[in-house]
């Protein structure tokens, strides 16, 4: 397995602060210079996960739902 270079204290405060920011795998690897793989690993040994995403709740639904149940 190939090694990259060895994540630094500000690079793990960087992808703590972007995690909590929501931020996707994708742009934090642009922002930190890293594979996107590299960040997947990381938060895993980290501990970290994105919070799931909450749609708004101002959004009308539709009487009937595709699945033929009723609200």
């Known amino acids: ?3 990259g270079k060895p994540w630094t204290v500000d690079e793990e405060a960087a992808l ?3 995690v909590e920011a929501n931020t996707s795998i994708d742009a ?3 922002k930190l210079n890293k594979k996107p793989d590299a960040i997947y690993v990381k938060c895993l040994r ?3 996960t994105q919070k ?3 749609p ?3 959004i009308p ?3 009937e739902l595709p699945s033929g149940r009723k609200l």
Do not use: D, Q, W
């Open 52 to 54: 799931p995403h909450t």
């Open 61 to 63: 639904l539709p009487k």
């Open 16 to 18: 703590r602060a972007l």
């Open 46 to 48: 980290m501990g970290l």
């Open 1 to 3: 397995m190939t090694r």
């Open 56 to 58: 708004p709740s101002n």
């Open 28 to 30: 934090i690897a642009v």
